[in-house]
C-alpha cells in the first residue's frame, strides 16, 4: 500500500472544521507528514498521539505516546475532533474508536492515503479536492455501501447522505442544499454542475406491497437505482423516486414527485412530474 502522504490535499478540513480542535491520532512518519499538512493549513491541532512512540521527532508541544497521557480537559474532549492518520485493518480502527469514544471522544473520523474522510468503521467515503461538508451535516454508510463526492462541491447545512447499503456517486460542482435527504439502497449517480434545492429527498427503493395478507413490513424492498445527469436543476421539496433516469439540463420545479424519466432540456412540474416546456436555449427567453 502506498504510504506517499507528501502530496495529500487536506484544505476541506479549514471549512469542515474550523471550529474545532483536532486531536491527531498518528503514526510515525506518516502521522507527521499530515500534522504538518494540517497546520500549515492553519489547523489547531492541541495533540499528537504517536501510536508506534516512537520519539525521534516531537512534531507539536503536547505530543504524547499513551491515550491516557493525552491531557485535554474533559470539557474540551467532546469538541475535539480526533483525526487518524493509520492505515490499519478496519478491526483495528474499529478497536481503536471504542476505546476513544469511551474517553468522551465524539468525532473520530480516518484519513488515508486515498484521501478518504468518514466515521471509523465507515472507510468507504471519498471527498474530491476542495469540496465543503458542513459540520451539520450527515454522510454516513448506514448498512454498508460506498459514498463518493468529486470536487468543488458543496454539501449544506443538514443534509444527509445516506448509503443503505448502496453507491452514491456525486459528480464536480454539485451542490445538495440544506435539509436534503440522499439515499444510496439500488445506487444513486449524480453528474457534473448538479444543484438540489432544500428539503429534497432522493430514495432509489421502493416498499413491497402487493400481498395484502403479509404487512408491508415484511415484505421487502425493491431497488433499481436512480440516475441525474449533468446540468440539472432540482427546486425545493421534490422527491425523486426509484428506477428513473433524469437526464441532462433537466428542471424540476419545486415540490415536484418525480416517478418517470426526464426528456434532455425538459422543465417538471406537478405531482405526479409532466413536462411542461423545453428550455429555450436562449438566456433571457
Same mark, same amino acid.
Given at each position: 500500500m502506498n504510504k506517499d502522504f507528501t502530496? /495529500?490535499? /487536506?484544505?476541506?478540513?479549514?471549512? =469542515?472544521?474550523?471550529? =474545532?480542535?483536532?486531536?491527531?491520532? +498518528?503514526?510515525? #512518519? /506518516?502521522? +507527521? &507528514?499530515v500534522y504538518d499538512a494540517l497546520t500549515k493549513n492553519g489547523q489547531n491541532v492541541t495533540a499528537f498521539l504517536d501510536r508506534h512512540g516512537s520519539r525521534e521527532r516531537r512534531y507539536c508541544s503536547k505530543m504524547v505516546y499513551n491515550l491516557d497521557d493525552i491531557g485535554l480537559p474533559k470539557s474540551s474532549i467532546p469538541n475535539t475532533l480526533v483525526l487518524l492518520s493509520l492505515e490499519v485493518h478496519e478491526t483495528e480502527l474499529i478497536a481503536i474508536a471504542n476505546q476513544l469514544r469511551a474517553v468522551g471522544f465524539r468525532h473520530i473520523l480516518h484519513y488515508s492515503n486515498k484521501c478518504s474522510i468518514g466515521s471509523l468503521n465507515l472507510q468507504k467515503i471519498y471527498i474530491g479536492k476542495s469540496t465543503i461538508i458542513n459540520q451539520t451535516a450527515i454522510v454516513? &454508510?448506514?448498512y454498508g455501501g460506498e459514498i463518493e463526492i468529486g470536487e468543488n462541491c458543496k454539501i449544506d447545512h443538514g443534509a444527509m447522505l445516506l448509503s #443503505?447499503? +448502496?453507491? *452514491? $456517486? /456525486?459528480?464536480?460542482?454539485?451542490? *445538495?442544499?440544506?435539509y436534503c435527504i440522499v439515499y444510496g439502497h439500488g445506487g444513486l449517480t449524480i453528474g457534473n454542475k448538479v444543484m438540489i434545492a432544500t428539503h429534497t429527498v432522493i430514495i432509489p427503493s421502493n416498499h413491497n406491497y402487493a400481498d395484502r395478507d403479509t404487512f408491508i413490513y415484511n415484505q421487502g424492498e425493491t431497488s433499481k437505482g436512480i440516475i441525474i445527469e449533468d446540468d440539472v436543476w432540482i427546486g425545493a421539496g421534490c422527491k425523486i423516486l426509484d428506477g428513473i433516469t433524469i437526464k441532462q439540463g433537466s428542471v424540476i420545479a419545486a415540490g415536484a414527485v418525480v416517478s418517470r424519466s426526464t426528456e434532455q432540456y425538459g422543465v417538471y412540474a406537478g405531482i405526479p412530474a409532466k $413536462?411542461?416546456?423545453?428550455?429555450s436555449g436562449r438566456l433571457y427567453e
Open positions: 502530496k /495529500i490535499d /487536506i484544505s476541506c478540513f479549514a471549512e =469542515m472544521f474550523r471550529d =474545532m480542535d483536532i486531536a491527531l491520532y +498518528g503514526a510515525g #512518519h /506518516i502521522g +507527521g &507528514l454516513d &454508510l448506514r #443503505h447499503g +448502496g453507491r *452514491i $456517486k /456525486i459528480g464536480n460542482f454539485c451542490s *445538495i442544499n440544506p $413536462k411542461i416546456k423545453e428550455r
